[in-house]
T-cell receptor, first 114, second 113 residues
Framework: KAGVTQTPRYLIKTRGQQVTLSCSPI?????VSWYQQTPGQGLQFLFE???????NKGNFPGRFSGRQFSNSRSEMNVSTLELGDSALYLC?????????????FGPGTRLTVL | AQSVAQPEDQVNVAEGNPLTVKCTYS??????LFWYVQYPNRGLQFLLK??????LVKGSYGFEAEFNKSQTSFHLKKPSALVSDSALYFC???????????FGKGTMLLVSP
């Protein structure tokens, strides 16, 4: 079974721009979660989508948004980029909603904001 | 609120020696606890979880973790470390009543030959 894939793997943007990241979950997985990983803050939860609906949201500003399509693929969008948005963005999928289920992580998208 | 702490940024151990990576948590209900590992340039991989039952949980790659309710700890252990165990380890917790995980900041494990 193919793992979680994320595209692109690397991105360089400038302040004020917007960016869209993509995540394809493992086939059959209906839950997709997004995390931001930085050296100082560790891994922080952004949001979770299940059956095309946002089920949970972390403590991030409204510039961060996402959506999930009927095939469970998910996109994350960040508008008006700031320098502090530079991070590794990880997507994870699981069979059911987050809860106690094992999550399978993709390799991440490394975003650099200049 | 739920929180988790990994008090060591880095743990150094020689190959063949036992290793321990520490994790403590704070919840108001019952904890659900997880360990994940991240190798360089890779996403996180699930190692093991504690939901209920036996306090000693066995996971992938020979790792195990012991749930200690009185000390609110969930330390990750392995009897004999391998150089290939060198990676970043994350502990995570979910409190009853919450539906998301809170991750610790990670502990870098370095196993020397």
């Amino acid at each position: 079974k193919a793992g979680v894939t994320q595209t692109p793997r690397y991105l360089i943007k400038t302040r004020g721009q917007q960016v869209t990241l993509s995540c394809s979950p493992i086939s059959g997985h209906r839950s997709v979660s997004w995390y931001q990983q930085t050296p100082g803050q560790g891994l922080q939860f952004l949001f979770e989508y299940f059956s095309e609906t946002q089920r949970n949201k972390g403590n991030f500003p409204g510039r961060f948004s996402g959506r999930q399509f009927s095939n469970s693929r998910s996109e994350m969008n960040v508008s008006t980029l700031e320098l502090g948005d530079s991070a590794l963005y990880l997507c994870a999928s699981s069979l059911q909603q987050l809860a106690d289920n094992e999550q399978f992580f993709g390799p991440g998208t490394r975003l650099t904001v200049l | 609120a739920q929180s988790v702490a990994q008090p060591e940024d880095q743990v150094n151990v020689a190959e063949g020696n036992p290793l321990t990576v520490k994790c403590t948590y704070s919840v108001s209900g019952n904890p659900y606890l997880f360990w994940y590992v991240q190798y360089p340039n890779r996403g996180l991989q699930f190692l093991l979880k504690y939901i209920t039952g036996d306090n000693l949980v066995k996971g992938s790659y020979g790792f195990e973790a012991e749930f200690n309710k009185s000390q609110t700890s969930f330390h990750l252990k392995k009897p004999s470390a391998l150089v290939s165990d060198s990676a970043l380890y994350f502990c995570a917790v979910r409190d009853t009543g919450y539906s998301t995980l809170t991750f610790g900041k990670g502990t870098m494990l370095l196993v020397s030959p």
